[in-house]
């Protein structure tokens, strides 16, 4: 069977826990991809807040499918699609910054300052972080983690949508 005929086929509650494993294996994906040395530069660090936010939503809104009125299950499957689709959005800009489309945030992207004296260099090696925003730290099918949260986001994002026509159709 088809992925579109079995989502199709998905209630409002199979929806919010598809949302919440998927969500929830991203973000253990990005963990584990951390753990095995590719650290995360701050864009990376915030594209993280949509699943962290995301999942718990999700699991509320399963439950909340299952026991409570059709409308709070199709409003937390609306704040779901809205959030991943953000995170969709983030992730592209993300994604371009690495390409070079465009300008990254200026700390931390771009070329480090040469220090002016030996203290001034001390004091950079402190403070200056060395995880580039512009910089991949692996591509996976051509894709970087920030891409492919951008396509995973957009993909959570057009699930809520369904879940949402699916939840007030029922009603």
């Not at 999700?58 to 299950?73: D, E, V």
């Not at 689709?85 to 994604?95: D, Q, R």
């Not at 580039?132 to 994002?157: K, P, Q, Y």
Request: aromatic residues 12%.
């Amino acid at each position: 069977m088809s992925p579109s005929r079995v989502l199709a086929a998905a209630t409002p509650i199979q929806i919010a826990l598809f949302i919440t494993i998927v969500g929830f294996a991203t973000i253990a994906g990005a963990w584990i991809f951390e753990a095995a040395g590719y650290l995360p530069c701050e864009l990376c660090l915030k594209q993280r807040w949509a699943y962290y936010a995301g999942v718990p939503l999700a699991a509320l809104t399963s439950l909340a499918a299952t026991s409570g009125p059709r409308w709070l299950a199709g409003a937390g499957l609306g704040l779901l699609s809205a959030l991943f689709l953000g995170s969709a959005i983030f992730g592209a800009y993300h994604a371009g910054v690495e390409w070079g489309f465009w300008q990254g945030p200026t700390d931390c992207t771009g070329s480090l300052s040469k220090a002016a004296n030996m203290n001034d260099f001390m004091n950079q090696l402190n403070t200056v972080r060395v995880v580039r925003c512009d910089a991949v730290a692996i591509r996976i099918f051509g894709l970087s983690l920030a891409g492919w949260n951008a396509v995973i986001s957009l993909g959570l994002s057009i699930v809520g949508v369904i879940g949402v026509r699916r939840s007030y159709a029922a009603a």
